[in-house]
């Protein structure tokens, strides 16, 4: 008894299959997460090493090379990156994807510590850490109001920091524009050198007369003590009255050569929101957590605890929101989603003229998309672009072999057997086999996915898994639920009204014009294979002008603007460029919202400011996010003092966001930077379509090198140790201790040594510092020190070992185009040695190339062994996927004539069509096998078994594109990534339902027609 037979005959259990598979769907639908794109993990281990006071040539050549050349031989490496900045050497090491992070965790960090004594001895042991890819913030609020910014970072950090801290999900909470409060010790040169004292003599009071040491327990017969030996000061009036020396038995009190200032740490960040200064709270979620879930958490936990509580005169207001444009992308699919299931369920009204039968074959969408839903869940993956993308599909696939079951039986009722349990018995015993093998077929497509490496193949698995078990299960209801409705609730009704007859007298009237081009293709195969393989010669057209991307340009509602102003600029000059640059992005009435920082970078520089800019949502506005962008780059170009690059967010935390992004590389820093700045100049003047090319290299940093008279420093018996450090504390400024009020906060903050502001300015300032000689006398530094003013480093970056430079481009050409034009200049003018080299969405562009290449061939192949098997042939399966090509070509077609690119998701949708279009086949295919095996020849099986499937290929081709219709046309957020796909599916769909209607039979009738005749030769012979 097979699964149609059981199923009519015990309704009750096909009926509750079903449910059973609706019920766990509904309950996974409640709890699955949501997310933009599926979860991608980069195995990227960093290791980070201190080495304090030296410059970034230093440790460049000091820690960066050793420690790069240790980790080089692990095994999984694809690249690895550094940047030595002054005391910082960085070192990031991106392994293939399918390395797991912690056996590369363990091979890195034992490959460190055979080099560690390699390393200066005062160098800080390197730190091996596990890099979280998605550790940008996902959620910024602003503190605002009447509060000194003292007052507002305590309050940041000490109140709303600790109460977000605890949300689940939340990894990291950001406080930016962060100043913390810090005991400032203002020195005043002048009056030390009078009184005698020098920068040592203050550092070394605070470690004599402020501190606190263990005093242990005083026991007694019958209790103890537990001594407190805290010698600290704990308010300022004390401090200010700290001895630090003794001249002629008269105390010399701190207050006497300082000024003490309860204030804050240096003023190296700032935040603003819309053109007004405050502190930022930035929440980074925990790698794998949902972004929507975090954020509403957190948004709970603001408007329910935080907000209500705030002291009067304070604000909380939003800044920057990541989750806003995902719920706005995951409601527009949703969306799509009923809008695909109306169409898909009017498409079959129209064919079968049936209300019930419409039901009937409706009901395998629910039950199959919540099955889908279902295995997410359970395999732990998120509603995102891409499996919201597969259901949208599957509106339309799932009902194809429903579809196909339903009609059969209907016919059945109508031509042969009007009982409808037989009926229904011998309707779906006819078509099992076609329903087995197309969802096979196109299951068979993702088998690929398992080889498949590269982001395309983490995007492309969670894909598949929906539309696999998808297509399973409506396979599983159609050969259940459908059949036993069917024997129960499908009329065939012999009187119909004006409607039914109207629809009826089309679909004769269009079988029979099928069935008079089926004759003619019959009568002409050779002229009909001909002009198919001219259509397939023409698709090299189309494969060369149709545009190539990695990912599509997407209105996300935000971009983000980069601004550099030179080397050597203060965050006072960088913050005056940061506001002009504030001030042209607000003359658009298209942008509600500016957040703005300068020096929250991980280098901490304060000549780079950023602003994420917020748009009005989509349809608030007549122009889109990239249009916008392209006004701002030529109105941003004219501000003088600054460069500043709009650019889209990016889609992996911690790396900007443009398309095309590559490296000069090279053995030598300054030849590096010398072609880097020409290769920048040319491809303006030679590759305008890059647009502005931004280089992040910066060898032009003023530095004062300090040189040491060591004869005059050795008879004055000063050490080079005792130069540099009264430099290092009045100049830089030293942490020497740690205060607390009492009673205090619960926080310890830092007592900082450093002249007061306006005493070094200039380079001359420095000569007016005091070093007491070995005979008490005080000595200039001038006497002993010079300073030469030079061009230098501020971080030396390496790519694969060498020295490289770093450029970014938003192109205003189609990624492909931009790619091969970079490497036509860049060849014209590099030396050997030097190369350019492509990272980020350029770089996996072109290994996406070749990822989907693979995918196709290897789909191919096996999709012949499927069908090859299933139809115990050789020859069959190449007449059945003569369908291919001409469904490959309508897709690159319609991305053509639509504008859209070649991205990953229109490679997905290209591979799926190779699944897709056999279905319709195998079903003219096995009917005329069925035909031949009661006697028919090859043309009278083809002329009877066509036009009887021609009305079940119409249908499931028409649910198909209709169910994809809404996302190919673009409305709502996400478009741009929701509509190449459906474009692809739609156009190959289209031309191959038209085509193989025709070419199929005549490709069989020739090599069917062949095959026989040589087979009677032989029986004659």
């Known amino acids: 008894m097979n699964l149609p037979e059981l199923s009519i005959k015990r309704h009750v259990l096909a009926v509750m299959l079903s449910a059973a598979l609706m019920l766990f769907g509904l309950i996974s639908y409640q709890r699955v997460g949501v997310d933009q794109f599926p979860k991608v993990d980069f195995p990227i281990i960093t290791v980070t090493t201190t080495l304090r006071g030296a410059n970034p040539e230093n440790v460049d050549m000091s820690l960066t090379s050793v420690i790069e050349s240790a980790i080089n031989s692990v095994p999984g490496i694809e690249h690895v990156q550094s940047s030595s900045s002054p005391g910082v050497s960085v070192v990031v090491i991106t392994f293939s994807l399918e390395k797991n992070v912690d056996i590369a965790f363990n091979e890195v960090q034992s490959k460190i510590s055979q080099v560690l004594r390699r390393l200066p001895r005062d160098a800080d042991a390197p730190v091996v850490a596990k890099m979280d890819t998605g550790a940008n913030a996902v959620f910024w609020v602003m503190l605002q109001g009447d509060r000194t910014v003292q007052q507002l970072n305590q309050y940041a950090a000490n109140v709303i920091k600790k109460k977000l801290e605890s949300i689940n999900g939340v990894g990291e909470v950001r406080i930016g524009g962060r100043r913390d409060r810090t005991i400032r010790i203002h020195a005043d040169p002048v009056r030390m050198a009078s009184l005698g004292i020098t920068a040592q003599d203050v550092s070394a009071a605070f470690s004599r007369e402020h501190l606190q040491m263990p005093g242990g327990f005083l026991v007694g017969n019958f209790n103890e003590f537990l001594l407190r030996l805290d010698l600290e000061f704990h308010s ?239 396979l599983f209801v159609s050969l259940t639920l459908t059949p036993m409705l069917c024997s129960r609730f499908l009329n065939v009704d012999k009187k119909h009204g004006r409607l039914y007859h109207l629809l009826d007298g089309l679909f004769r009237r269009l079988d029979d014009i099928y069935r008079g081009l089926l004759v003619r293709a019959l009568r002409h195969r050779w002229k009909v294979v001909a002009a198919t393989l001219l259509i397939v010669l023409s698709s090299s057209f189309f494969f060369a002008n149709v545009g190539k991307a990695f990912m599509p340009d997407e209105d996300q509602s935000g971009f983000r603007v980069n601004a550099k102003v030179p080397l050597g600029a203060s965050i006072e000059y960088t913050k005056g460029r940061l506001i002009e640059v504030e001030k042209v992005l607000a003359k658009h009435k298209e942008i509600s919202g500016m957040f703005s920082g300068i020096g929250l970078g991980a280098s901490g520089q304060v000549n780079q400011a950023f602003v994420n800019v917020k748009m009005v949502p989509r349809n608030e506005r007549d122009i889109r996010q990239q249009e916008l962008m392209a006004q701002l780059r030529k109105e941003l170009a004219v501000i003088p003092g600054v460069r500043a690059f709009p650019s889209p967010t990016a889609r ?73 450090t009264a430099i290092n504390i009045m100049s830089g400024g030293v942490d020497v201790a740690q205060y607390n009020d009492e009673p205090g906060d619960g926080q310890r903050y830092y007592i900082r040594i450093k002249a007061g502001e306006g005493v070094f300015n200039k380079p001359d300032d420095l000569r007016r510092l005091y070093i007491r000689a070995k005979d008490g006398s005080m000595v200039r530094l001038d006497n002993v020190a010079t300073f030469e003013q030079k061009l230098g480093a501020a971080v030396v970056g390496r790519y694969d070992l060498q020295y490289s430079a770093t450029f970014y481009a938003t192109p205003t050409i189609p990624l492909g185009e931009a790619t091969q034009k970079l490497q036509q200049v860049a060849d014209a003018m590099l030396p050997a040695g030097y190369q350019v080299k492509l990272i980020g969405q350029a770089a996996e562009f072109r290994k996406t190339i070749g990822y989907m290449l693979f995918a196709f061939g290897l789909a191919i192949v096996l999709l012949y062994m499927v069908l090859a098997s299933q139809f115990n042939s050789f020859v069959q399966p190449v007449i059945i996927m003569m369908a291919q090509p001409l469904a490959i070509i309508g897709g690159i077609i319609a991305l053509w004539l639509t504008g859209s690119t070649l991205n990953i998701y229109s490679m997905i949708g290209l591979v799926l069509l190779v699944g897709l279009v056999a279905k319709n086949s195998i079903l003219l295919i096995d009917l005329t096998n069925q035909r031949r095996e009661q006697g028919m020849g090859v043309d009278d099986a083809l002329l009877d078994a066509c036009p009887t499937r021609m009305r079940p290929v119409l249908m499931t081709s028409a649910t198909i594109i209709l169910a994809l219709f809404p996302a190919a046309l673009g409305l709502g957020a996400g478009a741009e990534t929701n509509g190449p796909l459906s474009i692809a599916v739609i156009g190959g769909m289209f031309s191959s339902t038209l085509l193989t209607l025709v070419v199929v039979p005549a490709v069989y009738s020739l090599v069917e027609g062949g095959l026989q005749r040589w087979a009677q030769q032989r029986a004659r012979a």
Request: hydrophobic share 50%; no cysteine; proline share 4%.
């Open 236 to 474: 300022i009036k004390e401090l200010k009255r700290m001895v630090v020396a003794w001249r002629d038995g008269a105390p010399i009190r701190l207050q006497d050569i300082a000024r003490i200032e309860d204030g804050l740490s240096e003023y190296r960040q700032l935040v603003r929101f819309n053109g007004q200064p405050g502190v930022g709270i930035g929440i980074v979620k925990v790698s794998g957590s949902n972004t929507v879930e975090v954020v509403d958490s957190v948004k709970k936990r603001l408007q329910n605890d935080i907000i209500p509580g705030l002291p009067p005169g304070l604000t909380l207001k939003t800044a920057s929101d990541d989750s806003t444009f995902i719920i706005e992308m995951i409601d527009s699919l949703r969306e799509h989603l009923l809008e695909g299931t109306l169409l898909a369920a009017i498409v079959v009204w129209v064919f079968l003229r049936s209300v019930r039968s419409t039901l009937i074959i409706s009901v395998a969408i629910p039950v199959s998309l919540l099955g889908a839903i279902a295995a997410l869940y359970f395999l732990g993956y998120t509603l995102n672009s891409m499996t919201l993308l597969a259901l949208l599909l599957l509106v339309g696939v799932v009902v194809d072999d429903s579809i196909v079951v339903l009609e059969n039986i209907f016919r059945h009722r109508e031509e042969i057997d009007p009982d409808p349990m037989s009926a229904a018995f011998n309707g779906s015993r006819e078509v099992v086999f076609a329903v087995i093998a197309a969802s096979l077929a196109l299951v068979s497509i993702f088998a690929p996915v398992i080889f498949m490496s590269g982001i395309i193949g983490m995007f492309f698995k969670s894909f598949a898994v929906v539309v696999t078990v998808g297509v399973l299960v409506s």
């Open 652 to 724: 992996v935390g911690g790396q900007r966001g443009e398309p095309l992004q590559f490296v000069l590389t090279g053995a030598n820093l300054d030849e590096v930077g010398q072609l880097s700045g020409e290769l920048q100049t040319r491809l303006a003047r030679e590759a305008p379509g890059l647009g502005r090319v931004d280089l992040d290299m910066q060898l032009d940093l003023p530095e004062l090198v300090f040189r040491v008279n060591r004869d005059k420093a050795a008879a004055l018996g000063l050490s080079v140790q005792d130069v540099a």
